[in-house]
């Protein structure tokens, strides 16, 4: 059985920062990417960043562009986001996910629905 948790959420202000990790545990497996999706209360959860190792192309939602960095270590099955500028519209579930196949697209990079493993999430509050 293969277990991914994230850790780094929390409080923070607008324009602060903080630095999600996710690291994969339980049976060995090798992914061909690793990304990071959110939840915001009643809504559905979005894509937000990912990284293909085979490549290593990052991968951005457009709100995120400039303000967030996905990154990580393909060989541990770890992959973190650094989370800066924060505002109060980044406020959401994070979730980390990993995905098997090796025919991923800059397109399909992006759906959930190409993710195998999946974190329990860690929430992220942006507020004064």
């Known amino acids: 059985q293969v277990q991914l948790v994230e850790s780094g959420g929390g409080l923070v202000q607008p324009g602060g920062s903080l630095r999600l990790s996710c690291a994969a545990s339980?049976?060995?497996?090798?992914?061909?990417?690793m990304g990071w999706f959110r939840q915001a209360p009643g809504k559905e959860r979005d894509f937000v960043a990912a990284?293909?190792?085979?490549?290593?192309?990052?991968y951005y939602t457009d709100s995120v562009k400039g303000r967030f960095t996905v990154s990580g270590d393909n060989a541990k099955n770890t992959v973190y986001l650094q989370m800066n500028s924060l505002k109060p519209e980044d406020t959401a579930v994070y979730y980390c996910?990993?995905?098997?196949?090796?025919?991923?697209?800059?397109?399909?990079?992006?759906?959930?629905?190409?993710?195998?493993?999946w974190g329990q999430g860690t929430q992220v509050t942006v507020s004064s």
């Open positions: 990284i293909s190792w085979s490549s290593g192309n990052t």
């Open positions: 996910a990993a995905a098997i196949s090796r025919g991923l697209t800059i397109r399909t990079i992006r759906s959930g629905y190409e993710y195998d493993y």
């Open positions: 339980g049976r060995t497996f090798s992914s061909s990417a």
